[in-house]
């Protein structure tokens, strides 16, 4: 059975949490994973600005995915995850779609969305650096690039999305299918990884 992987896009999210996971997911379709990949939104819009310009035209908006992927971007900003954190509707969304059976993947700062929507409350995560002060107050934060607590999978800073998705491969999918895709990459990867 296909499993279905949206990547949650909002205006102000950094390029590389989003497009990194996304590239690398779909590469693993490619090799042989059995997953759909797509770029959504948490209400219809002909496009998302990016915080470095970047407009993408999603392919939709949040349906039931197996996985969802929230990057971050723009915590020490008013843009980005910071104004959607203070909006509440994309946490509530997220918040939402894990009580319907979701993973839940964070890149960067998008922690601080799954923080807000109440679904890291004393588990173990890990966010940007500069967000983990914040993640603390609500988390066990752990230092660590990719954070695995079963339903939900936090990673750090901006390319440790890239060490998540290949994680999240592996997990799903074995090790051949994410060996295969980071050597597609030339990526080398991180063995940092915390299992709750």
Do not use: K, N, Q
């Amino acid at each position: 059975m296909t499993r279905d992987v949206e990547v949650l896009l909002f205006d102000g999210f950094d390029e590389l949490d989003a497009v990194g996971p996304y590239e690398v997911l779909d590469a693993g379709a490619r090799e042989g994973a059995d997953l759909a990949v797509s770029t959504v939104t948490h209400r219809p819009v002909e496009t998302v600005t990016a915080g470095h310009g970047l407009e993408i035209v999603p392919d939709g908006t949040v349906g039931d995915p197996d996985v969802l992927v929230v990057p971050g971007g723009g915590w020490t900003t008013d843009g980005g995850v910071r104004a959607v954190v203070e909006d509440g509707t994309v946490p509530a969304t997220v918040g939402d779609r894990h009580a319907a059976g979701a993973t839940l993947a964070s890149v960067c700062t998008g922690a601080m969305v799954l923080a807000e929507a109440g679904v890291l409350d004393g588990r173990p995560a890990t966010t940007h650096h500069v967000a983990h002060d914040d993640l603390a107050a609500v988390a066990d934060r752990v230092d660590a690039r990719v954070v695995d607590d079963g339903d939900v999978v936090t990673s750090g800073g901006i390319t440790a999305g890239i060490d998540m998705a290949l994680y999240l491969l592996e997990r799903e999918f074995g090790a051949d299918v994410a060996e295969a895709v980071a050597r597609e990459l030339e990526y080398e990867r991180s063995g940092d990884v915390h299992r709750a």
